[in-house]
Nanobody, 121 residues
Framework: QVQLVESGGGLVQPGGSLRLSCAAS????????MGWYRQAPGKERELVAR???????NYADSVKGRFTISRDSAKNTVYLQMNSLKPQDTAVYYC???????????????WGQGTQVTVSS
């Protein structure tokens, strides 16, 4: 069993910053990738940023230059530093991790419960 616990969401004014954290715990053999997705009301869930075990990153075009994803492999934790926030960044942000739970097991995708980010004056 794997659990992802997110923290760091909240209300921030336009132009402000927030830092999201997501810690993975449980039966983890190897984390192949971790990332952040978001879903705004009435919209589909979309990728925000992703980082692999080799520290390869990719970002949605809408957040490039403003958001930075990083990880602490010793803590099985991924971070999302969000700067210059805009009202259109308002959404529920979900942590995702692609994890193998044993040496010969396939990898599975796990999701956190989501954390609300609201950008408003």
């Amino acid at each position: 069993q794997v659990q992802l616990v997110e923290s760091g969401g909240g209300l921030v004014q336009p132009g402000g910053s927030l830092r999201l954290s997501c810690a993975a715990s449980g039966s983890i053999f190897r984390i192949n990738a971790m990332g952040w997705y978001r879903q705004a009301p009435g919209k589909e869930r979309e990728l925000v940023a992703r980082i692999t075990s080799r520290d390869s990153t990719n970002y949605a075009d809408s957040v490039k230059g403003r958001f930075t994803i990083s990880r602490d492999s010793a803590k099985n934790t991924v971070y999302l530093q969000m700067n210059s926030l805009k009202p259109q960044d308002t959404a529920v942000y979900y942590c995702n991790a692609v994890i193998a739970t044993a040496t010969s097991s396939p990898q599975y995708s796990y999701w956190g419960q989501g954390t609300q980010v609201t950008v408003s004056s």
